[in-house]
C-alpha cells in the first residue's frame, strides 16, 4: 500500500447527514456507538469527524458520544449563500 494509507489506516473517518424530522430519537446516539464498535472491530484506534462550528446541537451529540475538539479551519467550508463556516475537527479514541 501507499506510505499515506500505512500511516493513517488507524483512523476512521465518520459522517452523518443531518435530517430535522429525526432529531430528538437517540438515532445518532446510536448510529455513533454503533460505528465505534464496528470500528474497532476493523481495526481502527479512533473515529473522526468535521462539523461546522455553529453547529452547537451537532457538537453536544458528538461530545457526549465522547468525541472532543482537536483543531479547527478558520472558514473551512463555504455555504451556497456565500457565507463561510468554520470547521471543527472532531476525534474519539476507540
Not at 437517540?26 to 481495526?43: N, R
Request: glycine fraction near 14%; charged fraction near 30%; hydrophobic fraction near 35%.
Amino acid at each position: 500500500g501507499s506510505p499515506v494509507r500505512r500511516t493513517t489506516r488507524h483512523r476512521g473517518p465518520m459522517g452523518i447527514p443531518r435530517r430535522e424530522e429525526y432529531w430528538g430519537l437517540e438515532i445518532g446516539t446510536a448510529v455513533i456507538g454503533y460505528l465505534g464498535e464496528l470500528g474497532k472491530q476493523l481495526g481502527y484506534e479512533q473515529m473522526e469527524m468535521i462539523m461546522v462550528a455553529e453547529n452547537e446541537r451537532a457538537g453536544a451529540l458528538y461530545r457526549k458520544c465522547g468525541f472532543a475538539e482537536c483543531g479547527r479551519q478558520y472558514r473551512g467550508m463555504k455555504f451556497d449563500d456565500g457565507t463561510y463556516h468554520d470547521e471543527i475537527l472532531m476525534v474519539k479514541m476507540l
